[in-house]
């Protein structure tokens, strides 16, 4: 007797991720304003800057036209505050404006649905200047910026992400080029910063529902499961304190409004907790999610600290690793899990056993706005990058969401990163993503031309098939 595969539902989002300032380029052009990511060096990295990128600004036509050859259902990108208000605050932009409005009709007429994230790393160089948000007026700034997204944009999506990976920014500033601070005393202003940011979110979120009934809204942080390295007490211990630190603090603030007692607890002790005041908390419940989006590349696996150096990692940090922390927990590599060329360990299970801790926690439908393989892609003789590395991976994280739907987790859709070829956060153009291949090179900006990769006429066959051609 054959068992029917379950197929997933018919309005599942299959879709495709980018960020503006990865793949837009046009960085100052029709009166676009500096963004933190603009004003930022490479030097260190020795990789290509974010002017040109993949040049999404002048292509996005002939790129939505091949996203619709694929046959993605969704389109999720960000829109950079920058090119709607250049100063952060201020005047607007209606040549910018205009571009987001041209992007998202064009996706419309190819029946693609627009996912909007609103804030994805490149905060207004303006505001970063006087204070980031740690400044409250960057919060306001950032009101304003969402009341235009939503006047503007308001009837023509319906699914809106706050903030990308805020998690990420507190914990990898530096690395992600959204912070310039460093040592323990930056911290503080972190933490303030982080508060603000979930402050600003939970008022978009109420004014989204307030201005746009229809709309959907949701956080997008960037969640690695944390297992023990071992069944040792101390280990589960450490393990869930890490997961509450990493992840759930702000999923927490998200969905409940409440600082998870857990990292509020880390926090006094470190003297980095910001002040919440009533009137926050006010601010804070006033707002709230109708699903939660999550990025996710792996977990993490860590152990009891043993209170030295040997608690971090010795080489290499950046978002995916775990780094470790003196006396807080010990960084693992995990033994079962193989990594990618750049170092990112890879685990379709746990990507399982996040959706059901995820469902568990808050109930709410869950959507996958990134996970993905960067790899350094060639293309072969026949003019075609053979990504079957990136079809195996995207076809166990696939595996694994249709276990987690029959789990019973409610899953609204998939989008993996990403869409097209663009630029890593810190590892430059060689580290490729895409479905669509970008004809250039680091500094090399060749023809820019686009073609397809062998996994986007795979994921075609997943998407038109509902997931069965996944046990051909
Ligand atoms: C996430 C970011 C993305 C993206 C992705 C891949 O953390 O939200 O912007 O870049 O990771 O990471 P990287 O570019 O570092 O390879």
């Known amino acids: 007797m054959s068992i029917d595969p379950i197929l997933f539902p018919t309005d599942f989002l299959w879709g495709a991720s980018t960020s503006a300032y990865q793949v837009e380029g046009a960085w100052n052009e029709d009166g676009k304003g500096p963004s933190v990511q603009d004003a930022r060096t490479h030097v260190p990295e020795g990789t290509t800057d974010f002017t040109v990128a993949a040049d999404h600004y002048h292509r996005y036509a002939e790129d939505v036209a091949m996203m619709a050859d694929i046959g993605l259902k969704a389109y999720r990108f960000s829109i950079a505050w920058t090119r709607i208000l250049p100063e952060g605050d201020g005047a607007e932009n209606p040549a910018g404006i205009a571009f987001y409005h041209r992007l998202i009709d064009e996706l419309l007429a190819h029946d693609i649905v627009p ?14 200047e006087r204070g980031g948000w740690a400044n409250p007026a960057t919060v306001d700034a950032f009101v304003r910026f969402g009341d235009i997204l939503f006047r503007e944009y308001g009837s023509k ?15 990898h500033g530096r690395m992600l080029g959204t ?3 460093e040592g323990d005393a930056a911290q503080v202003d972190l933490f303030a ?14 004014r989204c529902h307030e201005l746009l009934p229809q709309a959907k809204i949701g956080p997008a942080p960037n969640i690695a499961y944390v297992y023990p390295e071992s069944c040792r007490p101390e280990d589960v211990l450490t393990a869930d304190t890490w997961n509450a630190i990493r992840n759930w603090l702000y999923t927490d603030l998200a969905v409940r409004g409440t600082y998870n007692n857990v990292a509020w607890s880390y926090l006094e002790r470190k003297g980095w907790a910001p002040s919440v005041t009533d009137e926050d908390l006010a601010v804070l419940a006033s707002g709230k999610p109708d699903f939660v989006a999550f990025n996710y590349y792996a977990t993490q696996t860590v152990a009891a600290p043993s209170g030295d150096e040997s608690d971090l990692r010795r080489r290499g940090e950046d978002q995916q690793m775990v780094r470790g922390e003196v006396g807080l927990y010990k960084a693992v590599d995990n033994p079962n899990l193989p990594k990618n060329a750049f170092g990112w360990e890879i685990d379709p299970v746990g990507f399982r056993m996040t959706f059901r801790a995820l469902w568990d ?5 869950l959507l996958v706005t990134e996970n993905g393989l960067g790899a350094r892609d060639t293309l072969g003789d026949d003019g ?7 079809i195996d991976y995207l076809q166990r994280h696939i595996e694994q969401i249709r276990l987690a739907v029959g789990d019973g987790v409610g899953v609204l859709g998939y989008c993996p990163w990403s869409a097209i070829d663009l630029i890593s956060t810190h590892q430059g153009f060689a580290k490729r993503y895409g479905f669509i291949h970008v004809d250039r090179d680091e500094f090399d900006l060749k023809s820019l031309a686009r073609s397809r990769k062998a996994s986007s006429y795979w994921y075609a066959q997943v998407i038109e098939s509902r997931g069965a051609s996944l046990d051909a």
């Open 157 to 171: 999506v319906t699914y809106w992400l706050t903030i990308n990976e805020q998690n990420m920014m507190i914990q």
């Open 193 to 206: 910063q982080n508060h603000a940011m979930f402050l600003a979110q939970a008022r978009v979120m109420a």
């Open 361 to 365: 926690r808050y109930g709410l439908p």
């Open 384 to 390: 075609m990058v053979h990504d079957d590395y990136r």
């Open 115 to 128: 996912i909007v994230t609103m804030f994805h790393f490149d905060l207004p160089q303006a505001l970063a």
């Open 179 to 181: 912070t310039t601070l």
